[in-house]
């Protein structure tokens, strides 16, 4: 939003350089971001100045040049060479000496140089006005007035005015300080704070509102009729019809306003609608009256694919919720963001219907939102006007109408307010905002400040007041509120740092689902995985490939596209879509993971099927292990590279004692399930042809689906980690060669191992399986390997042998293994 500083003071003095009244206004929330120095004329005439005509002869070597001496109120005459024709002695002329940057109309800037022009010295310009940028015309030298006084500015003799306009960027919670005055309003309540910081006693100089017209009270009726037939889409509708138009230029005044922020003069009626928006916040709407079918206003919603032309020349299509402003005919405004071509003001229009409404914000952005509209209009309502504010913008509206295009009120004003917003109460305590603040404010300085805002107060006693917010303060609605407007008009630089911080530490004792999430992140990101982030949204028909209930997904109404029609209910999917796409595009090998939610419905007995959402870890191995290299082979990732990743990932958790058990599901060729303390926390495995062939997926997939709300409530429930003296003994390894039935898994092995062994072992792995004729039928051979070890002394080979002994009866007695020598 741009401010302009000669606007702004037309409503407060303001006594503060372009630089210091950018700091104020950033230190009260109002970000300026540039300042920018704006002037009628380029360069604003600076060291242009008046002089006069002494001397003239004819240039010796040129026929067309002459050599003039001319007095600029120096101690010397300056000899400039002049090409103009009209140049005579006696002229008051203007002129660029050296030094002087000129900015001509038609050419670039550039700075007068003493030169000599034909052989003869030139010490400066006398200049036409297209060469300092007045005008288009260079016919000849500029020639003044003769009264023009000798050695006086140029821009003092041609009023050139300069101005400074600040970019204010604006949070969308500020709808009050959306126009010039809004920002006059918190800029005086700064200067008072700043004022109460020297002398307590300060009175606030408010920001003057701008004059108006009182309207008629003798008319009693309004040739033009409105009806609000959509009330929740129109918090307050008024208007005024205005006869004896003369539409025509504005004024200097009113164009440059309008031009030093950014805004192309129409005509006078257009242009003083814009005026008061960017001046009191309150967008106008002007309608040719004479194109009003039926003398009158209808506020209502048109049926969806009405079609309607814009202002711009466009065809729209309306929606079912767009709200009109309609004639008895035909649609002629779409309310609050753009007007309509067929109603709008032109050379012609000879009466008015001036139109000063607020429009609910929800229903204007959804509008603006639709068609793909932004207007200033639009901007505004957005964020919430002040329906107080409406029948006040006409009125002064009314006024400048009146001086710049001759209108007169032709009827009684319309205003229709079903609904009146009165300003919300607040209970503001002293003490809170000591306490939220973090400084005890004198409250005589807290109240100056609350009144400067607007904000009255209703009742006050020692500790507390009772306060009415008018509605401008959109973002003020509770105690906080107060508290902030209170320390942005008192300045946070005001607030020091006490001597000593006073901190509470928050502690839980359940687990930073955040930190453990990305403590597995780094893990997985040093082992050469990549991060992935799949979109929520999927194709129904995936879950048909697992023979998933239907019922259970979660449609969204109204999907943009059939692809994006439920809610995810598995990583799965997403990341086989990723890989895809990779593949695709020459990138076979990949390791990659994603952390988000799954959603589904759930079964209830009693009818109702909640949603849930459940919180997920999936990872993704494909292609080659290893690049290629002369040293090393280039293995496929195979399924115990997925295992001990997965594995690697529970570890680093705390998660160690952990039991795989196969198990069959829809997603995997081949599978297994990881079970901590009777509780399954992640399934992986070979992920199934079938699907992979239907997301044209080449290759070995493989795939780990970690249920990582059981993850976290298994960490929780962890023990603490202890610290475990390092080991001052040997261990001692020890074989054993167990021939078992084929049906009989490693698993179960191992189990009986740390069963039977729970002081001394400290290992058990499996190095190598053999299956042959040798064994006998549906036999199999494990190589087992046990590390023992004392941590208070060195094991015996008797102590050794008595271990083994008893892990070789437990193997007999229950797998029947008989042992391999």
């Given at each position: 939003?741009?401010?302009?500083?000669n606007?702004l003071?037309?409503?407060?003095?303001?006594?503060?350089?372009?630089?210091?009244?950018?700091?104020?206004?950033?230190?009260?929330?109002?970000?300026?971001?540039?300042?920018?120095?704006?002037?009628?004329?380029?360069?604003?005439?600076?060291?242009?100045?008046?002089?006069?005509?002494?001397?003239?002869?004819?240039?010796?070597?040129?026929?067309?040049?002459?050599?003039?001496?001319?007095?600029?109120?120096?101690?010397?005459?300056?000899?400039?060479?002049c090409?103009?024709?009209?140049?005579e002695?006696?002229?008051?002329?203007?002129?660029?000496?050296?030094?002087?940057?000129?900015?001509?109309?038609?050419?670039?800037?550039?700075?007068?140089?003493k030169?000599k022009?034909r052989?003869?010295?030139?010490?400066?310009?006398?200049?036409?006005?297209?060469?300092?940028?007045?005008?288009?015309?260079?016919?000849?030298?500029?020639?003044?007035?003769?009264?023009?006084?000798?050695?006086?500015?140029?821009?003092?003799?041609?009023?050139?005015?300069?101005?400074?306009?600040?970019e204010?960027?604006?949070?969308?919670?500020?709808?009050?300080?959306?126009?010039?005055?809004?920002?006059?309003?918190?800029?005086?309540?700064?200067?008072?704070?700043?004022a109460?910081?020297?002398?307590?006693?300060a009175?606030?100089?408010?920001?003057v509102?701008p004059?108006?017209n009182?309207?008629?009270?003798?008319?009693?009726t309004?040739?033009?009729?409105?009806?609000?037939?959509?009330?929740e889409?129109?918090?307050?509708?008024?208007?005024?019809?205005?006869n004896?138009?003369?539409?025509?230029?504005?004024?200097?005044?009113?164009?440059?306003r309008?031009?030093?922020?950014?805004?192309?003069?129409?005509?006078?009626?257009?242009d003083?609608?814009?005026?008061?928006?960017?001046e009191?916040?309150?967008?106008?709407h002007?309608?040719?009256?004479?194109?009003?079918?039926?003398?009158?206003?209808?506020v209502?919603?048109?049926?969806k694919?009405?079609?309607?032309?814009?202002?711009?020349g466009?065809e729209?299509?309306?929606?079912?919720?767009?709200?009109?402003i309609?004639?008895?005919?035909?649609?002629?405004?779409?309310?609050?963001?753009?007007?309509?071509?067929?109603?709008?003001?032109?050379?012609?229009?000879?009466?008015?219907?001036?139109?000063s409404a607020?429009?609910?914000?929800?229903?204007?952005?959804?509008?603006?939102?639709?068609?793909?509209?932004?207007?200033?209009?639009?901007?505004?309502?957005?964020?919430?006007?002040?329906?107080?504010?409406?029948?006040?913008?006409?009125?002064?509206?009314a006024?400048?109408?009146?001086?710049?295009?001759?209108?007169?009120?032709a009827?009684?004003?319309?205003?229709?307010?079903?609904?009146?917003?009165?300003p919300?109460?607040?209970?503001?305590?002293?003490d809170n905002?000591?306490?939220?603040?973090?400084?005890?404010i004198?409250?005589?300085?807290?109240?100056k400040?609350?009144?400067?805002?607007?904000?009255?107060?209703?009742?006050e006693g020692?500790?507390?007041?009772?306060?009415?917010?008018?509605?401008?303060?959109?973002?003020?609605?509770?105690?906080a509120?107060?508290?902030?407007e209170?320390?942005?008009?008192?300045?946070?630089?005001?607030i020091?740092?006490?001597?000593?911080?006073?901190?509470?530490?928050?502690?839980?004792v359940?687990?930073?689902?955040?930190?453990l999430m990305?403590?597995?992140?780094?893990?997985?990101?040093?082992?050469?995985?990549?991060?992935?982030?799949?979109?929520?949204?999927?194709?129904?028909s995936?879950?048909?490939?697992?023979?998933?209930?239907p019922?259970?997904?979660?449609a969204?109404?109204?999907?943009?596209?059939?692809?994006?029609?439920?809610?995810?209910?598995?990583?799965?999917?997403?990341?086989?879509e990723?890989?895809?796409y990779?593949?695709?595009?020459?990138s076979?090998?990949?390791?990659?993971?994603?952390?988000?939610?799954?959603?589904?419905?759930?079964?209830?007995?009693?009818?109702?099927?909640?949603?849930?959402e459940?919180?997920?870890?999936?990872?993704?191995?494909?292609?080659?292990?290893?690049?290629?290299?002369?040293?090393?082979?280039?293995?496929?990732?195979?399924?115990?590279?997925?295992?001990?990743?997965?594995?690697?990932?529970?570890?680093?958790?705390?998660?160690?004692a952990?039991?795989?058990?196969?198990?069959?599901?829809?997603?995997?060729?081949?599978?297994?399930?990881?079970?901590?303390?009777?509780?399954?926390?992640?399934?992986?495995?070979?992920?199934s042809k079938?699907i992979?062939?239907?997301?044209?997926?080449?290759?070995?997939?493989y795939?780990?689906?970690?249920?990582?709300?059981?993850v976290?409530?298994?960490?929780?429930?962890?023990?603490?980690?202890?610290?475990?003296?390092?080991?001052?003994?040997?261990?001692?390894?020890r074989?054993?060669?167990?021939?078992?039935?084929k049906?009989?898994?490693?698993?179960?092995?191992?189990?009986?191992?740390?069963?039977?062994?729970?002081?001394?072992?400290?290992?058990?792995?499996?190095?190598?399986?053999?299956?042959?004729?040798k064994?006998?039928?549906?036999?199999?051979?494990?190589?087992?390997?046990?590390?023992?070890?004392?941590i208070?002394?060195t094991?015996?080979?008797?102590?050794?042998?008595k271990?083994?002994?008893?892990?070789?009866?437990?193997?007999?007695?229950?797998?029947?293994?008989?042992?391999?020598?």
């Amino acid at each position: 939003m741009k401010i302009s500083l000669n606007w702004l003071s037309e409503y407060i003095k303001i006594d503060l350089s372009p630089a210091q009244l950018a700091e104020k206004l950033t230190g009260c929330g109002l970000e300026v971001e540039s300042v920018e120095k704006v002037e009628s004329v380029p360069g604003g005439l600076q060291g242009l100045v008046v002089g006069e005509v002494v001397e003239k002869i004819k240039h010796p070597n040129a026929d067309k040049l002459s050599v003039t001496k001319v007095n600029v109120g120096g101690t010397e005459l300056l000899n400039i060479v002049c090409g103009a024709s009209n140049v005579e002695v006696g002229q008051k002329v203007i002129v660029a000496a050296v030094g002087t940057k000129v900015y001509p109309i038609a050419a670039a800037p550039f700075e007068i140089n003493k030169s000599k022009i034909r052989g003869e010295l030139s010490e400066g310009m006398i200049c036409a006005e297209d060469e300092i940028g007045l005008g288009n015309s260079h016919d000849g030298i500029l020639v003044l007035a003769k009264n023009a006084k000798v050695g006086t500015s140029a821009a003092e003799i041609f009023g050139i005015n300069s101005d400074h306009v600040f970019e204010i960027g604006l949070t969308p919670n500020r709808a009050d300080a959306m126009s010039h005055f809004g920002v006059a309003r918190d800029l005086s309540a700064v200067l008072l704070a700043d004022a109460l910081q020297s002398n307590p006693s300060a009175e606030h100089v408010a920001a003057v509102f701008p004059p108006s017209n009182a309207f008629g009270e003798d008319l009693k009726t309004s040739p033009i009729s409105v009806e609000l037939l959509s009330s929740e889409g129109c918090i307050r509708y008024s208007g005024i019809l205005i006869n004896g138009i003369v539409v025509k230029n504005s004024p200097d005044w009113l164009q440059t306003r309008l031009k030093a922020i950014g805004l192309r003069p129409v005509n006078n009626v257009v242009d003083v609608t814009n005026y008061i928006l960017h001046e009191l916040g309150q967008p106008l709407h002007a309608f040719d009256a004479a194109k009003i079918l039926g003398k009158k206003i209808v506020v209502k919603k048109l049926a969806k694919g009405t079609k309607f032309i814009t202002l711009d020349g466009i065809e729209r299509k309306l929606s079912e919720n767009d709200l009109m402003i309609c004639d008895g005919d035909k649609p002629m405004c779409i309310a609050g963001v753009f007007g309509g071509l067929d109603a709008g003001v032109s050379e012609t229009t000879k009466s008015i219907f001036l139109e000063s409404a607020c429009f609910e914000s929800v229903h204007v952005r959804k509008t603006a939102k639709f068609h793909n509209i932004k207007t200033d209009s639009s901007f505004r309502f957005e964020r919430g006007t002040d329906p107080s504010l409406t029948v006040y913008a006409l009125q002064r509206a009314a006024k400048l109408l009146q001086e710049l295009a001759g209108g007169e009120q032709a009827g009684s004003l319309i205003d229709i307010y079903p609904t009146v917003v009165n300003p919300k109460e607040i209970a503001f305590a002293f003490d809170n905002c000591d306490m939220l603040i973090g400084k005890k404010i004198d409250h005589n300085i807290i109240k100056k400040i609350i009144r400067a805002l607007g904000i009255s107060i209703l009742s006050e006693g020692s500790d507390a007041l009772l306060l009415a917010v008018p509605a401008y303060k959109v973002d003020v609605t509770r105690p906080a509120d107060v508290v902030e407007e209170v320390l942005r008009i008192y300045g946070y630089n005001n607030i020091g740092f006490p001597a000593r911080l006073h901190s509470s530490l928050s502690f839980s004792v359940q687990p930073n689902a955040e930190k453990l999430m990305e403590c597995c992140s780094d893990l997985l990101s040093a082992n050469g995985f990549q991060e992935i982030l799949n979109n929520s949204l999927t194709k129904s028909s995936y879950y048909d490939l697992l023979k998933m209930e239907p019922a259970l997904n979660i449609a969204i109404l109204n999907p943009l596209s059939s692809d994006l029609g439920i809610m995810r209910r598995s990583l799965l999917f997403g990341g086989l879509e990723t890989i895809s796409y990779n593949q695709k595009r020459k990138s076979p090998d990949l390791r990659l993971y994603e952390t988000g939610k799954v959603y589904l419905k759930k079964k209830n007995e009693d009818g109702k099927w909640p949603y849930i959402e459940l919180q997920r870890f999936g990872i993704f191995m494909t292609g080659r292990l290893n690049r290629e290299s002369w040293n090393s082979p280039s293995d496929k990732i195979g399924f115990f590279d997925l295992k001990g990743s997965v594995e690697q990932i529970l570890n680093r958790l705390g998660l160690s004692a952990i039991k795989m058990d196969a198990i069959e599901a829809a997603e995997f060729s081949s599978a297994m399930k990881g079970v901590v303390r009777k509780k399954e926390v992640v399934r992986f495995g070979l992920v199934s042809k079938s699907i992979l062939k239907a997301l044209d997926v080449s290759g070995e997939v493989y795939y780990a689906d970690f249920d990582w709300d059981a993850v976290l409530s298994l960490v929780a429930t962890s023990k603490e980690i202890r610290f475990s003296e390092v080991p001052k003994f040997p261990s001692v390894r020890r074989d054993l060669a167990l021939v078992l039935d084929k049906n009989i898994s490693y698993n179960q092995v191992e189990e009986l191992a740390w069963q039977t062994e729970k002081t001394l072992l400290r290992e058990v792995n499996l190095f190598d399986v053999y299956e042959g004729e040798k064994l006998g039928t549906n036999k199999k051979s494990y190589a087992v390997s046990f590390i023992l070890q004392d941590i208070e002394a060195t094991l015996t080979d008797v102590r050794i042998e008595k271990i083994m002994e008893k892990l070789t009866k437990t193997y007999t007695d229950k797998l029947g293994a008989t042992i391999r020598i």
